[in-house]
């Protein structure tokens, strides 16, 4: 099984600012990473597939990249809607489709 | 658009039975593998099984493996989880969510829409 960590568990950070988020893999994940959203109350929303593919309506602040071991979501520049709590989530070796633990996004 | 509608989610006793429903529309059923993910409060999201687009092939979390059973009715449009033998750490938000590929054989195991969710409680 793949475990995801992810990095930090929680980000303190202003509208406008860049955010990175890591998410690291036991075991090389090749490219099959996806990144999701989620706000309270709400089921998760697709992002970022296959490491670096944005997602059908995802603005173009939200970038991915990585491959193997190590990935990262780039927000460019904060909008008040973007804080919220993100996982990954690995396809490569499943089952089980694993997910990360989560980064919360929260507002400094 | 689509639009995926969980329902069955109740409080059951420790040992019991349920069957939750996903109700499924606005695209092509019967072209798309289908998911059950669980979120326990306060957790991250947890995988639970994913049926194939003609139900031949199954898979399930081991944490739920011989307890729990995916199956879809096509000409319902409806995907199912019946789940047995409930333990409280099956207590979650249940959801179904929809394979991103437009074919199964993609391979595109990731979920690019999910319903609302529906609430199962084990509890005595």
């Known amino acids: 099984e793949i475990v995801l960590t992810q990095s930090p568990a929680t980000l303190s950070l202003s509208p406008g600012d860049r955010a990175t988020l890591s998410c690291r893999a036991s075991q090389s994940a090749s490219n099959c990473l996806a990144w999701y959203q989620q706000k309270p109350g709400q089921a998760p929303r697709l992002l970022i597939y296959?490491?670096?593919n944005r997602a059908t309506g995802i603005p173009a602040r939200f970038s991915g990249s990585g491959s193997g071991t190590d990935f990262t979501l780039t927000i460019s520049s904060l909008e008040p809607e973007d804080f919220a709590v993100y996982y990954c989530q690995q396809r490569d070796r499943w089952p089980p489709i694993t997910f990360g633990q989560g980064t919360r996004l929260d507002i400094k | 658009q689509v639009q995926l509608v969980e329902s069955g989610g109740s409080v059951v006793q420790p040992g019991r039975s349920l069957r939750l429903s996903c109700a499924a529309s606005g695209f092509t059923f019967s072209n798309c593998g289908m998911h059950w993910v669980r979120q326990a409060p306060g957790k991250g999201p947890e995988w639970v099984a994913v049926i194939s687009h003609d139900g031949r092939e199954k898979y399930y979390a081991d944490s739920v493996r011989g307890r729990f059973t995916i199956s879809r009715d096509e000409s319902k449009n409806t995907l199912y989880l019946q789940m047995n033998s409930l333990r409280t750490e099956d207590t979650a938000v249940y959801f179904c969510a929809k394979d991103l590929g437009i074919t199964w054989s993609e391979g595109q195991r990731y979920f690019d829409h999910w319903g609302q969710g529906t609430l199962v409680t084990v509890s005595s």
């Open positions: 296959d490491a670096s």
